[in-house]
């Protein structure tokens, strides 16, 4: 990986650590806070073990959910996007442009407190390069509506059976209050299933360890910064699990 691994025991660690190692990169960076260290980068239609191809999981969500929306996604990709919002794999990953809503991540999920967590960091145009995805644009990062991404719409993807290629960053309209709030963006894979992190001379990527003797102050600290649970979803549900656990 492009740096070695620090463990992080407070924001002020990450603040100190992350300046330091990002001060020679001026394109953006994202993150992902995953509750356990040792998981992969790999969206969960890639780690799915019934043999079931994409378009059945989209036919069966638009089914089910259609009634359910109140603006129908207008094409393949969108229908992605509620899928991973609402759990159903996909080949997406959720990444964020906010480094404390990446470690509130990797902090709340109380059932993993005593697991180490991890904070990644990806150069998303570093990422795409392994893709051979080049622009004369510095640090472009194309949206899914980009004709580079055409191979990896859910349509082609069921069609055309014979290629594999590498996972590649990309971003999408934040058209709901989870998305805006998150500075959500993605990466999506294809048939190749190595993990992001696993990719070419693996400069594009690192991660460092939350150790789960610290998580509880760390998540006590987002607390007092407002990155709370409300702050990451912004939803009815979140109001009343505040107000419940504050008795």
């Known amino acids: ?101 990446a470690l509130y991540f990797a902090v709340e999920d109380n059932n993993s407190i005593r697991k180490d967590g991890a904070l990644w960091i990806l150069f998303p145009t570093e990422l795409n390069k392994n893709a051979n995805i080049y622009s004369d644009e510095n640090f472009y990062i194309p949206s899914f509506e980009d004709m580079v991404l055409k191979n990896y719409n859910p349509e082609v993807f069921h069609q055309e059976k014979n290629t594999k290629l590498l996972p590649v960053a990309a971003i999408a309209s934040r058209n709901n209050t989870r998305m805006q709030a998150q500075l959500g963006v993605f990466t999506i894979s294809h048939r190749d299933k190595t993990p992001i992190e696993d990719i070419g001379d693996k400069g594009h990527i690192w991660k460092y360890k939350i150790p789960a003797s610290h998580k509880k102050t760390i998540k006590s600290e987002l607390a007092l910064l407002g990155i709370t649970k409300f702050q990451v979803f912004p939803e009815l549900s979140s109001i009343g699990e505040i107000i419940k656990n504050g008795f």
């Open 1 to 101: 990986m492009r740096k070695p691994i620090k463990n992080i025991t407070s924001i002020a660690d990450l603040l100190k650590n992350l300046k330091r190692d990002t001060e020679d990169y001026e394109g953006q960076i994202w993150f992902r806070g995953q509750s356990a260290f040792t998981w992969k980068l790999q969206p969960t239609f890639l780690r799915k073990e019934k043999n079931v191809s994409e378009f059945t999981l989209i036919t069966k969500f638009k089914q089910n959910a259609s009634l359910l929306i109140n603006r129908p996604p207008s094409n393949y990709f969108d229908w992605l996007f509620q899928m991973q919002h609402h759990g159903v794999p996909t080949r997406l990953l959720d990444w964020t442009e906010s480094a404390l809503t």
